[in-house]
């Protein structure tokens, strides 16, 4: 497994942090996610090189920012 950190801004409750876990579960590739609002830390696993470009797109697309640890 390779694992993946980003800093992800402007999540501040549970309902943030689900609707990052929403569009990065999308993601190809992706097997486990954690994402919390209070760190502001989202940590990816998946099983191949992850694509990062479309992690961060994705976290857009939720409506945060993203950039890698």
């Known amino acids: ?4 950190e980003f800093t ?4 501040t409750c ?10 990065v579960g999308e993601v190809p590739g992706v097997r486990v996610l954690e994402v919390s609002a209070a760190s502001g830390l989202l940590r990816v696993e998946s099983e191949a090189q992850l694509d990062v470009a479309a992690v961060i797109a994705a976290v857009d697309e939720a409506g945060y920012e993203a950039t890698t640890v």
Not at 1 to 4: C, N, S
Not at 8 to 11: A, F, N
């Open 1 to 4: 497994m390779h694992t993946t």
């Open 8 to 11: 992800v801004t402007g999540m």
């Open 14 to 23: 549970g309902n943030c942090e689900n609707h990052v876990r929403q569009e």
